[in-house]
């Protein structure tokens, strides 16, 4: 397994200027406050708003509706030219007073964007001054989340671990529950995360939880506050559940299962349970917490997987795949493909940290060819070109790459702008599983129909 930061290509005679390692030319990441917006969206009564600049906070509006195709409200303190010189201490103190009046939330988040952290806004010290002004204070809770230092994977935790520092303190009694910390996965995902862990007898309580404030059902009147998102009491009572799972095994620190197991919780770590083995990993760890055997029609969710393996493990076998996106899911797919017997060649992602390497490193060594972390799309296609994959799995920015190599690209992560249908995709769990094989398979099978100068339809 090696790391490579550059290269230069030469194909057909003509010779691709080598990338500058010095600059990133479409980013394999997005900005820091959209992944804090995106968390916020999971918990109930809250109202993102972004410390900054009014732009920033449509850009993410943008991207998160064309993703889940469900309307986002995002709040701005709208920063302007004199903000950045005298301070915008006055626009945070309107901003909030006009979510108070016109969305009467539960809480409040507060992520500050590139112009309010480079002009030096202390804002903890300006929300302590903007409640000690009022009656009653205003819950509030902030994270830092500049876009030149992290992106977004950074950005939802560090908003996930703002949200169970402030709210996870309650230290009472034992409750029959299990917390689980999710990274950015669909809402599909996260009801199916939440049906494995009732299938126990217990509460789940999963933070955030964005299944159904960003999947509703069609309702005929606009609602500025959809119904759904983990209620602030669950939150509260995290420290006295069972056990809390930590999906984010690769996120950066600090860690919300930090947090909770400074408070008496007993915290397990686990990548995403994609596959027979990770799945495996979740369910076994429910068993012994909850002291509950495996449900019936879980084992026979894994039964179907397996007969799915052995029905299509002869398409599969020794094929090369690209991977991009956030680390948990690259980390989870590749040892996904090496599960079913493909080859992870590029395993890619922006995010700033290096933790995908040291997980990867897990796989037997000679599985991943090449490891590429802080990346962007032009390093990622250099590095396809040497590798030769014949499929990639990833979101819709990839797709550009995809066309290029004359491979297909099955979409998976985050954004997908170009199909419909993201908030409806389920990968984790025996059932996830399945469909996430069979997809690899069919699309296999269809690049080698395609190909054929027959065109046999039975293959």
Same mark, same amino acid.
């Given at each position: 397994?090696?790391?490579?930061?550059?290269?230069a290509?030469q194909?057909? /005679?003509v #010779?691709?200027? =080598?990338?500058?390692?010095? @600059?990133?030319?479409?980013?394999?990441t997005?900005? $820091?406050?959209?992944?804090?917006?995106?968390a916020?969206?999971?918990?109930q009564?809250?109202?993102?708003?972004l410390?900054?600049?009014?732009?920033?906070?449509?850009?993410?509006?943008?991207?998160?509706i064309s993703?889940?195709?469900?309307p986002?409200?995002?709040?701005s303190s709208s920063?302007?030219?004199?903000?950045?010189?005298?301070g915008?201490?006055?626009n945070?103190?309107?901003?909030?007073d006009n979510?108070?009046?016109?969305?009467?939330?539960?809480?409040?988040?507060v992520?500050?964007?590139?112009?309010?952290?480079?002009?030096g806004?202390?804002?903890?010290m300006?929300l302590?001054?903007?409640n000690?002004?009022?009656?009653?204070a205003?819950?509030v809770?902030?994270?830092a989340?500049?876009?030149?230092?992290?992106g977004h994977?950074?950005?939802f935790? /560090?908003m #996930?671990?703002? =949200?169970v520092q402030?709210? @996870?303190t309650?230290?009472?009694?034992p409750?029959r $529950?299990?917390n689980v910390l999710?990274?950015?996965i669909?809402?599909a995902?996260?009801r199916?995360?939440r049906?494995i862990v009732?299938?126990f007898?217990v509460?789940a309580?999963?933070?955030?939880?964005?299944?159904?404030?960003l999947?509703?059902?069609?309702l005929?009147?606009?609602?500025?506050?959809?119904?759904?998102g983990?209620?602030?009491?669950d939150?509260?009572?995290?420290?006295?559940?069972?056990?809390t799972?930590d999906?984010?095994?690769?996120?950066?620190?600090?860690?919300?299962?930090d947090?909770l197991?400074?408070?008496?919780?007993q915290i397990h770590?686990?990548?995403?349970?994609?596959?027979?083995?990770?799945?495996?990993?979740?369910?076994?760890h429910?068993t012994?917490m909850?002291g509950?055997a495996?449900?019936?029609?879980?084992?026979q969710?894994?039964?179907?997987?397996l007969d799915g393996y052995a029905?299509?493990?002869?398409?599969v076998f020794?094929?090369r795949?690209?991977?991009?996106?956030d680390p948990?899911w690259v980390?989870?797919l590749?040892t996904?493909?090496?599960?079913?017997?493909?080859?992870?060649?590029?395993?890619?992602?922006?995010?700033r940290n290096r933790?995908?390497?040291?997980?990867l490193?897990?796989?037997?060594?000679g599985?991943?060819?090449?490891?590429?972390?802080?990346?962007?799309f032009?390093r990622?296609?250099?590095a396809?070109?040497?590798?030769?994959?014949?499929?990639?799995?990833?979101n819709?920015?990839g797709?550009g790459?995809?066309?290029?190599?004359?491979?297909p690209?099955l979409?998976?992560?985050?954004?997908?702008h170009?199909r419909?249908g993201a908030?409806?995709?389920?990968?984790?769990g025996y059932?996830g599983s399945?469909?996430?094989?069979d997809?690899?398979v069919?699309?296999?099978?269809?690049r080698k129909?395609?190909?054929?100068?027959?065109?046999y339809?039975y293959?």
């Amino acid at each position: 397994m090696t790391t490579v930061n550059t290269a230069a290509v030469q194909e057909d /005679s003509v #010779v691709r200027p =080598i990338h500058n390692p010095q @600059a990133t030319v479409n980013p394999c990441t997005l900005c $820091a406050p959209l992944g804090a917006a995106l968390a916020t969206t999971g918990i109930q009564g809250a109202i993102s708003l972004l410390h900054g600049a009014q732009g920033c906070a449509t850009y993410i509006r943008r991207y998160l509706i064309s993703h889940f195709r469900e309307p986002v409200d995002v709040a701005s303190s709208s920063f302007g030219e004199s903000q950045t010189v005298f301070g915008g201490e006055d626009n945070l103190s309107r901003a909030l007073d006009n979510i108070e009046q016109q969305y009467h939330p539960d809480i409040v988040t507060v992520a500050t964007t590139c112009v309010a952290e480079t002009v030096g806004e202390d804002v903890p010290m300006l929300l302590k001054r903007y409640n000690s002004r009022r009656n009653k204070a205003l819950p509030v809770v902030y994270a830092a989340t500049p876009s030149y230092k992290d992106g977004h994977v950074e950005g939802f935790h /560090s908003m #996930v671990h703002g =949200i169970v520092q402030s709210l @996870a303190t309650n230290t009472g009694a034992p409750r029959r $529950a299990v917390n689980v910390l999710p990274p950015l996965i669909s809402p599909a995902d996260l009801r199916h995360l939440r049906e494995i862990v009732q299938g126990f007898g217990v509460k789940a309580t999963l933070v955030p939880d964005y299944s159904d404030t960003l999947d509703g059902v069609i309702l005929d009147e606009y609602r500025a506050m959809p119904e759904g998102g983990t209620p602030l009491d669950d939150i509260s009572s995290m420290p006295q559940s069972l056990t809390t799972i930590d999906l984010t095994m690769t996120g950066k620190a600090p860690r919300a299962s930090d947090v909770l197991a400074r408070r008496g919780a007993q915290i397990h770590l686990l990548g995403l349970p994609v596959g027979i083995r990770a799945t495996d990993a979740f369910v076994e760890h429910l068993t012994q917490m909850t002291g509950v055997a495996r449900p019936q029609w879980l084992a026979q969710e894994r039964g179907r997987l397996l007969d799915g393996y052995a029905d299509g493990h002869k398409y599969v076998f020794g094929k090369r795949v690209g991977l991009y996106g956030d680390p948990e899911w690259v980390a989870s797919l590749a040892t996904f493909l090496f599960e079913i017997g493909a080859r992870p060649v590029v395993c890619a992602t922006g995010a700033r940290n290096r933790a995908l390497t040291k997980a990867l490193e897990q796989l037997p060594p000679g599985s991943v060819d090449e490891v590429l972390d802080d990346t962007d799309f032009v390093r990622f296609e250099v590095a396809c070109r040497r590798t030769n994959p014949e499929l990639l799995i990833g979101n819709s920015k990839g797709y550009g790459i995809a066309r290029n190599l004359g491979i297909p690209l099955l979409r998976l992560g985050f954004p997908i702008h170009d199909r419909i249908g993201a908030g409806r995709i389920q990968v984790l769990g025996y059932r996830g599983s399945t469909w996430l094989f069979d997809s690899i398979v069919n699309l296999l099978l269809e690049r080698k129909q395609n190909a054929s100068d027959v065109g046999y339809s039975y293959l």
